[in-house]
T-cell receptor, first 113, second 116 residues
Framework: GENVEQHPSTLSVQEGDSAVIKCTYSDSASNYFPWYKQELGKRPQLIIDIRSNVGEKKDQRIAVTLNKTAKHFSLHITETQPEDSAVYFCAASPTGTASKLTFGTGTRLQVTL | NAGVTQTPKFRVLKTGQSMTLLCAQDMNHEYMYWYRQDPGMGLRLIHYSVGEGTTAKGEVPDGYNVSRLKKQNFLLGLESAAPSQTSVYFC???????????????FGPGTRLTVL
């Protein structure tokens, strides 16, 4: 089955700096890669996703890049703000949709003032 | 719309006791999932369902059973609880791939279970 590795497990940045979280996957059939954000005590929520036919996708301060050859994808957050503090999960699916997701182990992002 | 709801929110069990967690969704989603979340281990899939009356095993199914008698409900049962099942349990739902609609798993608020 699919195996998704996520690094780093914790990340601390100063407000205004950029943050990068990286994930690798093992199954070459995976073709859909979402990112979920989970604030403390809350449920995970989708923040951005990318499909295998696209190399990069941007939504305001967040962007995701995908390298299918190397089997890795990354989340980039620019101009970080305190409200970006949360746990971020990457995931991969072979169905092209949100079904059958395999999640990474999460990255705790702390944005300090 | 309430989205995805879970009951109960918290529960404490003694080893060997049984319980059922209820998940309900009002988005007419075909697919439903049960995950457990443990520190440092992310979200691990326990069981999932691709439609009413169907269930399938996920990554960590041992010690759990599920049922999907109605499309909107997905039940997770623990027959004989063990301390290793202490965790936060999340239910989620999504459209099926063939529906070609918005691709997101919508999560419930979670159930915090402690087994003593």
């Amino acid at each position: 089955g699919e195996n998704v590795e996520q690094h780093p497990s914790t990340l601390s940045v100063q407000e205004g700096d950029s943050a990068v979280i990286k994930c690798t996957y093992s199954d070459s059939a995976s073709n859909y890669f979402p990112w979920y954000k989970q604030e403390l005590g809350k449920r995970p929520q989708l923040i951005i996703d990318i499909r295998s036919n696209v190399g990069e996708k941007k939504d305001q301060r967040i962007a995701v890049t995908l390298n299918k050859t190397a089997k890795h994808f990354s989340l980039h957050i620019t101009e970080t703000q305190p409200e970006d503090s949360a746990v971020y999960f990457c995931a991969a699916s072979p169905t092209g949709t949100a079904s059958k997701l395999t999640f990474g182990t999460g990255t705790r992002l702390q944005v300090t003032l | 719309n309430a989205g995805v709801t879970q009951t109960p929110k918290f529960r404490v069990l003694k080893t060997g006791q049984s319980m059922t967690l209820l998940c309900a969704q009002d988005m007419n989603h075909e697919y439903m999932y049960w995950y457990r979340q443990d520190p440092g281990m992310g979200l691990r899939l326990i069981h999932y369902s691709v439609g009413e009356g169907t269930t399938a095993k996920g990554e960590v199914p041992d010690g759990y059973n599920v049922s999907r008698l109605k499309k909107q409900n997905f039940l997770l049962g623990l027959e004989s609880a063990a301390p290793s099942q202490t965790s936060v349990y999340f239910c989620a739902s999504s459209y099926s791939p063939r529906e070609g609609r918005y691709n997101e798993q919508f999560f419930g608020p979670g159930t915090r279970l402690t087994v003593l």
